[in-house]
């Protein structure tokens, strides 16, 4: 398996995009090789938890984190189309607060690596979107976090799907980041 690796604007993210073996009768890829995957970024993670989510145009889901077993997380999309987005959460970093966003599709077959210590969300342009996610940790509610997905602080530039963004209560109810309870920082992050 090749993979094609994409460092993002922001340390640690990253766009991985795998060789697709397309022909008259449909395609196959390799939707996760360990091996191939360690080779190709340098990472080494131990998945232990597989995520679906469906969702409708215009659901907005984020930007959740876990302050305790912080998750890395490896996103896809299998049907439709999300903006799916990575913001740095480690504060004291140089990076603190900035943010990468990229379009996953089912016709391009990105993925996107979200590491530990990162908010993580995802908005649907599709009419409906499959996201499926891998995490290096197990979910723990009572450690999970979410920053407002619209923080002026933070200032991602959602596409525009004609009508404000579809929130759960959780969502709706996030914290700005300059309030928040985030990750300490240390310079070899």
């Known amino acids: 398996m090749s993979l094609k690796i994409t460092h993002a604007e922001i340390p640690g993210v990253l766009v991985v995009e795998p060789k697709v073996f397309e022909d008259a009768r449909g395609f196959f890829l390799e939707s996760f090789n360990h091996k191939s995957f360690v080779e190709a970024t340098?990472?080494?993670?131990?998945?232990?938890?597989d995520n679906h989510s469906r969702s409708r145009r215009g659901v907005l889901r984020g930007l959740h984190?876990?302050?305790?077993q912080p998750q890395g997380k490896l996103v896809r999309v299998v049907s439709g189309a999300v903006f799916g987005v990575a913001v740095n959460l480690h504060k004291g970093s140089p990076a603190f607060g900035k943010w990468v966003g990229v379009e996953l599709t089912a016709e391009n077959?990105?993925?996107?690596?979200?590491?530990?210590?990162?908010?993580?969300?995802f908005l649907v342009l599709s009419e409906f979107a499959d996201y499926l996610y891998k995490t290096t940790e197990y979910y723990a509610p009572e450690h999970e976090r979410c920053i407002k997905w619209d923080d002026p602080g933070i200032g991602i530039q959602w596409p525009d799907v004609g009508f404000p963004p579809v929130l759960s209560a959780k969502d709706q109810q996030g914290m700005a980041l300059g309030v928040a309870e985030v990750y300490a920082w240390a310079p070899c992050q």
């Open 42 to 49: 340098g990472l080494n993670p131990d998945f232990v938890q």
């Open 65 to 68: 984190y876990q302050l305790q």
């Open 109 to 121: 077959h990105r993925q996107l690596w979200v590491p530990p210590g990162y908010g993580h969300g």
